[in-house]
Structure formats: C-alpha cells, structure tokens
C-alpha cells in the first residue's frame, strides 16, 4: 500500500510567485493535516482538513496561505507571493479517523521543501 | 494551550551506554507519540501511548507515560550507531484532533 504521497519534494520559487504543495494521503484516509518544519525546529501544526472541509486551520498564517482537500484529488497547500520566511519543510500526514477515535499514529509523507530565493 | 517540551534538546552518547529523553506536556491529553527523524527524511513513528502507566518496548527503546506527571520519557539502553537521530514527542490536547510536537531531541552516538 502507498504511503502518503508528497510532491513535489523539493520546490524553489523566487519571491512573489506561488507555492502549490500536493497531498495524497494513505488510501482510504479521509483526514489530512499540514505541519512546518523550520530548519533545526520541530514541526508546527498548520491545518486540519477533512474532504471538503476545514476543520481546523489555527496554525495557518491569515495571509497568503490557503489549503484544500476536494472531494476528488489531492489536497493542495497554496502559498502566495511567497517570502524567503516561508522556506521551510511542508509534511502532509493523514489518518483513518480523527486522532481522538483511533489509536494509530499519523502517517506522514516525506515532506516538500520550499526555498525561497 | 498545550505545549510540549523536550530535554535535552542535544544528546551525544557513546554506543553501549544508556540514557533517557524526557517529554513533558502542559496540559491534560489523550495520548502521546514518539516519533524518528533521520536528516532529510520523514517522521517514523516509534510508540502511541494512551494511558497511565503505560510502557512500549521495540528493540533498544522503551517508551512510558506517567499523566499524573504529564511526562513521558524514552530510554535507550545500550546505544548503538544506528540510533542517531533526532526524536520527537507529540500529545494532542484532550479531545483536539492536532499533534503539538517538542522541540526534538538530535541523538548522535558515537563508537
């Protein structure tokens, strides 16, 4: 069975254009999360979606960054007229159910890292 | 708001020797995870703890947790090179769905 599928795994724009990270989580998964991981930093929450819906985006920047998990698809984490702070590593996990009602841990991808230049 | 600490947050250690990583976290939670992560790559997980009292074993490592404590600890006995990496805890606040991790804690082992 595939994993969590990432891609691009490494992504460099230069400042101003857009980021599209994708998102294919285990098959069967229906709950996505998105963390960042700053250089020598841990990982910090970002969103929490279901198909089609947010669930939980307290983590996201309330500018230029956006996520979505359609019905059909990946999900895609977009970012905006990016900036060099915006470099960092992008881990999509998912799981089978919401954290609290499974015991399995996520299952995360191996990441896209951004660069800014 | 849950926050989660780790320590040390750098560890050098000779192979063969033993020694512990500690996680403590602020608020009540579910449950608690230990992940792996080598330079470059993804998170593995290692252990999902769920109650008070409970302890994993999986090779040279052990994890426990204590909620009353809200503490977990990962031990590692007898040290071996391959065991470089940096390790992460994660809890999530009661009832939340989002992982809050620690800060990571890079093992390097030496021969």
């Known amino acids: 069975n595939a994993g969590v599928m990432q891609n691009p795994r490494h992504l460099v724009r230069r400042r101003g254009q857009e980021a599209r990270l994708r998102c294919s989580p285990v098959?069967?998964?229906?709950?996505v999360y998105w963390y960042r991981q700053l250089p020598e930093e841990g990982l910090k929450f970002m969103v929490y979606?279901?198909?089609?819906?947010?669930?939980?985006e307290s983590g996201m920047p309330k500018e230029r960054f956006s996520a979505e998990f359609p019905k059909e698809g990946p999900s895609i984490l977009r970012i905006q007229q990016v900036v060099r702070g915006d470099s960092a590593a992008y881990f999509c996990a998912s799981s089978l159910g919401g954290q609290t009602s499974y015991n399995s841990p996520l299952h995360f991808g191996n990441g896209t890292r951004l660069t800014v230049t | 708001e849950l926050k989660v600490e780790q320590n040390p947050l750098f560890l050098s250690m000779q192979e063969g020797k033993n020694y512990t990583i500690y996680c403590n976290y602020s608020t009540t939670s579910d449950r608690l995870y230990w992940y792996r992560q080598d330079p470059g790559k993804s998170l593995e997980s290692l252990f999902v703890?769920?109650?008070?009292?409970a302890v994993k074993q999986e090779g040279r490592l052990m994890a426990s947790l204590d909620t009353k404590a809200r503490l977990s600890t990962l031990h590692i006995t007898a040290a071996v090179h391959d065991l470089s990496a940096t390790y992460f805890c994660?809890?999530?606040?009661?009832?939340?769905?989002?992982?809050?991790f620690g800060q990571g804690t890079r093992l390097t082992i030496n021969p």
């Open positions: 979606l279901q198909k089609e819906n947010i669930i939980d």
């Open positions: 703890l769920l109650s008070n009292g």
């Open positions: 994660a809890a999530n606040r009661s009832g939340a769905q989002k992982l809050v």
């Open positions: 098959k069967g998964h229906s709950h």
